[in-house]
């Protein structure tokens, strides 16, 4: 994926309580941004690491570099924006892929029906510079329906490391 553009899709967003349609050109066209997906809002690694990892980190990322920090999960725009309020998250921005556009373009879909998840997105994170995938760590083992739920690699520690290179 590294090198390639980014799927060129629609979110459907919940912003003030009205539907809005946000593009993935609105978002990533002449900018630098960080990027991380996970399995699910309100799962434990993604509650108690991922996302609170990248909110603590904001500030630094943005000195590294990055016009923004966003969260994409297959989620639709109403569970991300309560989990976002839950978790008290104010800086980094969330993306809605409910309908996996996204994830299934960036070639990260998976399954997690042994956990009764459905079709979900695999862990990992990127650095897209206008709308181009500059690098990306994708978290080991993604098959369907995994047992293992690794978290090695698209934290923001890793991402700011590669930043203050």
Known sequence: MEGNKIPQVTFKCRVDGDWQDVTTEDLFAGKKI???????????????????????????????GLDEVYCVSVNDAFVMNAWFRDQKITQVKCI?????????????????????????SWRYSAVIQDQIVEKMWIEPGNCADSEADPFE?????????????
């Open 153 to 165: 690699v698209s934290d923001a520690g890793t991402m700011l490391e590669y930043l203050n290179q």
């Open 34 to 64: 960080g990027i991380f997906s996970l399995p699910g809002a309100f799962t434990p690694t993604c509650s108690s690491e991922q996302l609170p990892g990248y909110e603590e980190k904001y500030a630094e990322l943005k000195a590294a």
């Open 96 to 120: 809605p892929d409910g309908n996996l556009d996204f994830t299934k373009g960036i070639g990260q879909f998976t399954t997690f029906r042994n956990r009764g998840f459905g079709n979900r």
